[in-house]
């Protein structure tokens, strides 16, 4: 590797202070000067995000290709004691994007590590690294006929898996937390850590099959938290079957009744985690022809129903006619093959395994800006609506759903915002509930209503004992307070695993 000529010199002179130049040439000097960036318009296109919070001062973006470049980067910034902010492929949309949670960070882009390292059919896993997006793991398993699945969300296709599974986001089947077997993370010091059983074989690797190892279980302190940087993880494939959607709507009047019911259905496992209710102003409804004609007064319900024979079986649509009499207005069942509208085949896919990029392409013709088959930047296209979201668990019961609506629809109210709204089942006890307001970038008053509809919202639904399961980057520290016994416990792990804090600062940890 280079590690001082002209192109470096070059490099590190595009307006880098001064005293952040030595980290720069070691890391060119580790990296190569093609991947570590620091050029201001570069700097710039990493700050924008769709939800338009501010900048923050990113000293560079170092891009590594591997486990042990990684390595070789925190252990350069312990020497410099030079903060970094990993991110997979950034698209953490309406919570802050590429965006660290506090200033002077070098962002780390694993992208680039990539590498479906094993998929193993018997047991049912792959093991794969941060920049793995949904397409490419899903594309591999259909070019070899594996005949297993990925729990895909309804975002990007090309959306990280590792990222958004660390950060307990929802797929298709349900939280993808459930689905980690195991985890290789490399900590603040530079040691690697390999969780389950892996650490009996070292760099060997084993067979995956049971997750919690021996002793502690150290998995899920590595989600939703800075103690270190995820190399590659083990993940849960699941066996591909056929899938109907139902879609089913429901009076608002009935609404509270008609939630408990789906959730006897889903306690009894007659349906699973694919159940979604919907307000009818998400734009994920655009693709439903005029032929669905829905009550201003309804809420819509997607349920997705798996089953291994080729079609869904009587006995199922009657316990669910049985359950829901007299609570719904109408369903439809959709089972795949034959033309179906494309808000349905969207649900369809999903259910298979297929990610899609529906909603982006949606989002890009309706407002006159080219999609690029699912590659769409919502960040960089400011006549595109931002919008910032609210991600809270919601108890799956009726009244509970009904006074955290209330709440968001209150403070909407209040502030002149129209929310869509989406709550997704993850397990039999709670829903991902998904909030959001969209609002025109290029209008400052309609950014700052949004923003402090965000901060509103969220507070009262704090107060009604209703808390986010996963939070934007503005608000990340004021929710880890240190007077709280939880969050001193994480802060005296944190500097156990990362001792000089160099690891994505503030990020779920007290600063």
Not at 214 to 243: C, E, W, Y
Not at 286 to 299: I, V
Request: charged residues 20%; hydrophobic residues 40%.
């Amino acid at each position: 590797m280079l590690t001082e000529d002209s192109h470096v010199e070059e490099l590190v002179s595009n307006e880098v202070e001064d005293q952040d130049a030595p980290i720069l040439r070691a890391l060119v000097g580790t990296l190569g000067p093609d991947r570590v960036q620091s050029a201001p318009e570069i700097l710039a296109a990493y700050q924008e995000n769709n939800t338009e919070y501010r900048p923050r001062k990113i000293l560079a973006v170092a891009s590594p290709t591997s486990r042990d470049e990684l390595v070789a980067i925190i252990r350069l910034a312990n020497s410099y004691r030079t903060p970094i902010y990993p991110f997979s492929t950034g698209m953490n949309w309406g919570l802050g994007s590429k965006l660290p949670v506090v200033d002077d960070c070098i962002l780390v882009n694993l992208a680039a590590m990539n590498r479906i390292i094993e998929v193993n059919e018997t047991l049912a896993y792959a093991v794969i690294e941060p920049g793995v997006t949904q397409k490419q793991l899903c594309d591999y398993l259909e070019a070899r006929r594996i005949p297993l699945m990925l729990n895909v969300t309804g975002s990007s296709a090309n959306s990280s898996i590792v990222g958004n599974t660390l950060e307990r986001g929802v797929g298709v089947l349900g939280q993808r937390t459930r689905d980690l077997r195991e985890l290789e993370v490399v900590l603040g010091t530079g040691e690697i850590i390999r969780t389950g059983q892996q650490h009996h074989f070292g760099e060997t690797r084993g067979p995956s099959y049971y997750s919690y190892g021996m002793g502690p279980d150290m998995l899920h302190l590595f989600t939703q938290s800075n103690l270190g940087v995820v190399s590659n993880i083990t993940i849960d494939l699941a066996p591909k079957r056929n899938i109907t959607v139902a879609l089913i709507e429901t009076p608002k009047a009935h609404v509270a009744e008609y939630i408990d019911k789906l959730a006897m259905l889903r306690r009894f496992d007659i349906l699973s985690d694919g159940i979604e209710l919907t307000t009818q102003n998400d734009p994920r409804l655009l693709g439903l022809d005029a032929s669905y004609h829905f009550g201003s007064d309804s809420w819509l319900t997607w349920v997705k129903l798996w089953h291994r024979s080729p079609s869904l079986s009587a006995e199922v649509k009657d316990t669910i006619a049985t359950e829901l009499d007299g609570l719904i207005q109408s369903v439809h069942y959709f089972e795949t093959g034959g033309e179906v509208p494309d808000a349905i085949k969207f649900r369809q896919n999903l259910g298979l395994g297929i990610p899609t990029n529906y909603t982006l392409d949606n989002m890009g013709r309706a407002f006159g800006v080219d999609a690029k088959n699912g590659n769409l930047d919502v960040d960089h296209h400011k006549n595109i609506p931002g919008f910032v979201c609210l991600l809270p668990a919601v108890p799956f019961h009726g009244q509970g759903v009904i006074d955290a609506v209330r709440v968001i629809t209150e403070a909407s109210q209040r502030l002149g915002c129209q929310p869509a709204i989406t709550l997704s089942a993850i397990g039999k006890y709670a829903f991902e509930g998904f909030a959001r307001v969209y609002f025109n970038r290029n209008d400052t008053q309609d950014v700052a209503r949004a923003h402090e509809w965000s901060r509103v919202a969220q507070a009262e639904l704090a107060s009604i004992g209703v808390f986010p399961y996963r939070i934007n980057v503005e608000d990340m520290v004021s929710f880890a307070k240190e007077d709280d016994p939880f969050w001193s416990l994480v802060k005296r792990f944190k500097q156990v695993c990362d001792p000089n804090g160099v690891i994505a600062p503030g990020r779920y940890c007290p600063l």
